[in-house]
Structures are given as structure tokens and as C-alpha cells.
């Protein structure tokens, strides 16, 4: 999907830009004046459309001029699962991450998307990370209290309109 972003220019006497990839960005923005026709040389960058683990991502990373060329190389290069992980640590846990250097595989995020902690504790169970579990005592099991212990080292967010459980660690 393209993304489309718009240069709001500080200067109240100038318009702004539409842009959708870098060349147009980098045509467009030395060439703005405003109506007495000096150069105008602060913008504010906004996100317009795209999908919305890219929005997640421009809001996390406090998009910026200066960084929004190589923002927009990494949006292609990028799987939504390392957009995801920067959006945690970056958003959720205030880590810093430099986009020209850090790379998201560097990330240790344990990532559970389409769960709560309850889910992930029943996930946990059926994989037999508590040990073999008799059917016959499996009833017994109080998942909210699970997922409570798991509360300790796991956190719940919301990204994309989508539950996920992490631990950073």
C-alpha cells in the first residue's frame, strides 16, 4: 500500500505538500516559500494513509525531517513483525531506536499477537511448559491466576486494534 504524508510548514504564510515517496520529498521541499516568497525551511510531518502498523510506527518514532528519508526506505524493507517489535520497544517501553544503525532483529522481544495473558497462559499450558498435566486435573487449573504470575514478566498492549502479550528482554 503507499503511504501519503503531508509537510505542514511552521510558517502560517505557506502552503504544505503532499508526498508519497522520497523523490517527491526531496523535489518538493527545498522549493517551498511562503506568500512574501521567502524559503520556508521547518515542517511538521504528518502521517495521511497507509497501514496502520506504519502510522504505529511513524507516531513511535516521532517522524521527523530529519529522519523521514530513511524512515520511508525502511517502511519497504521492513515486516510488520519488526514494525510491531519497534513499536514496543520504542512505544511501550521507551527504548530509543536510530533508524540509519539499529536494526529490529536486535530487538529481544518475545511477541504473543492475538493473545491475552490468559490465552497465554492456556498456550503455555497445552505446550507443556508447566509439565505434563493430567486431562483429569486440567479442569481444575485457575487460568486467571496464571495469567496474574504471568502479569509479573509479560505486559498486555494494543497495537493496530490488535491484543498482543511481550516481554522485553
Known amino acids: 500500500m503507499t503511504v501519503t504524508f503531508y509537510a505542514q510548514p511552521y510558517?502560517?504564510?505557506?502552503?504544505?505538500?503532499?508526498?508519497?515517496?522520497?523523490?517527491?520529498?526531496?523535489?518538493?521541499?527545498?522549493?517551498?516559500?511562503?506568500?512574501?516568497?521567502?524559503?520556508?525551511?521547518?515542517?511538521?510531518?504528518?502521517?495521511?494513509?497507509?497501514?496502520?502498523?506504519?502510522?504505529?510506527?511513524?507516531?513511535?518514532?516521532?517522524?521527523?525531517?530529519?529522519?523521514?528519508?530513511?524512515?520511508?526506505?525502511?517502511?519497504?524493507?521492513?515486516?510488520d513483525w519488526n514494525k510491531t517489535d519497534i513499536?514496543?520497544?520504542?512505544?511501550?517501553?521507551?527504548?530509543?531506536?536510530?533508524l540509519e544503525s539499529d536494526d529490529p532483529d536486535d530487538l529481544d522481544i518475545d511477541l504473543y499477537a492475538g493473545m491475552d495473558l490468559n490465552d497465554l497462559a492456556r498456550h503455555f499450558i497445552e505446550d507443556g511448559l508447566f509439565g505434563d498435566i493430567p486431562e483429569r486435573l486440567a479442569f481444575y487449573l485457575d487460568y486467571d491466576a496464571i495469567a496474574r504470575d504471568l502479569g509479573h514478566d509479560y505486559a498486555e498492549t494494543t497495537i493496530t486494534g490488535e491484543t498482543c502479550v511481550y516481554r522485553m528482554a
Open 11 to 79: 510558517d502560517i504564510d505557506a502552503t504544505g505538500f503532499y508526498f508519497s515517496d522520497a523523490e517527491t520529498y526531496k523535489e518538493t521541499i527545498g522549493k517551498i516559500t511562503n506568500r512574501y516568497g521567502d524559503p520556508v525551511e521547518e515542517f511538521e510531518l504528518q502521517f495521511i494513509d497507509g497501514d496502520a502498523i506504519d502510522a504505529e510506527l511513524f507516531k513511535a518514532l516521532c517522524i521527523s525531517q530529519a529522519t523521514i528519508l530513511p524512515f520511508m526506505e525502511k517502511l519497504d524493507k521492513w515486516e
Open 87 to 98: 513499536v514496543i520497544a520504542v512505544g511501550e517501553c521507551g527504548y530509543s531506536f536510530d
